[in-house]
């Protein structure tokens, strides 16, 4: 059995723990109102633009649709990782990186065994997890986080998008936590470029029995030219700030368990340190009683 100091030092040791686990508890809830509202906000405006975008695209009849959506055999690919820059999340930083992985044994195993794949994290953990593993990595987004706006990332989004034009990439993907909830965080893997029709939109457009007949103004090349850019730095922005609701949704759930947690160790402590403490009274009762009857005797 432990001694009373150990178990009054382990008790306080909890405590200060539970302080700590508590207060970034309440720093989490704080900025997930912010960060959750930021997310929220943007989602109609993406879904519409998305909407217009694919009105356009599927009126096209094999037309020029831009670089952005040129299809080419894939032979080099980029994979953006969007992580956090700090731990004590929970799963969330570990979920987003098994998927990566997966996807590399799964979609891209040619690829990767070429040495063909490339990793641009946004997150010090991301870029953290890949360097240890000799990945090629592209650090040069990876403190994004620091200072998260629509311009840093459409500085981020420009790189893929200007990498896939000049073809040093065939296919860009992207892999992030979306929001769903305070405890629940869904991992989305998402092609960046080229651009195509989700399987949503092309069952749409199979099943319109009238062909929407726009009257475009300007053309629907400069609609197409000034479209296409302006979604692809809009869907990084929302998985930014999708992914930087979940990280703080997941730190909240993380830190609310473990403050449970350090009070039920707490509990367990408090047994053991007075289970201790009646055994050291008993001890020393016996002691002074046989004593006593020594001297009698």
């Known amino acids: 059995m432990p001694s009373l100091k150990e178990v009054r030092n382990r008790i306080t040791s909890v405590k200060s723990t539970q302080q700590i686990t508590k207060a970034m508890k309440m720093v989490s809830a704080a900025k997930l109102r912010k960060a ?90 991301g870029r953290d997890f890949f360097k240890r593993r000799n990945y090629k990595v592209i650090e040069n987004y990876a403190e994004l986080f620091g200072k998260l706006n629509f311009d840093n990332a459409k500085q981020a989004a420009e790189y893929a998008m200007q990498a896939f034009v000049n073809q040093e990439f065939d296919e860009i993907a992207i892999i992030y936590n979306e929001f769903k909830n305070v405890a629940t965080q869904i991992v989305r893997q998402e092609t960046f470029l080229p651009i195509r029709l989700t399987a949503e939109e092309i069952k749409d457009k199979a099943q319109s029995t009238t062909k929407a007949d726009y009257i475009y103004e300007p053309t629907k090349e400069e609609i197409i030219t000034e479209l296409l850019p302006k979604t692809l ?33 707490l509990k367990e402590l408090r047994l053991t340190y007075n289970r201790s403490r009646q055994a050291s009274i008993t001890k020393e009762i016996l002691e002074i009683v046989g004593g006593a009857e020594a001297l009698g005797n």
């Open 36 to 125: 959750q509202d930021k997310s929220i906000q943007m989602r109609p405006y993406v879904k519409r633009l998305s909407q217009i975008l694919s009105n356009v695209l599927s009126t096209s009849e094999g037309g020029n649709l831009g670089a952005y959506a040129q299809e080419r055999p894939v032979n080099n690919v980029l994979i953006i990782v969007i992580t956090s820059d700090r731990g004590l999340c929970g799963g969330f930083n570990a979920n987003v990186a098994k998927s990566a992985i997966a996807l590399l044994h799964e979609k891209y195993v040619s690829q990767n065994k070429q040495g063909k794949v490339s990793i641009m994290p946004i997150g010090k953990k």
């Open 233 to 265: 730095k809009i869907q990084l922005y929302r998985a930014l700030l999708e992914s930087n609701a979940s990280e703080h949704g997941a730190r909240m759930t993380a830190m609310d368990k473990a403050t449970d947690n350090a009070g039920e160790l």
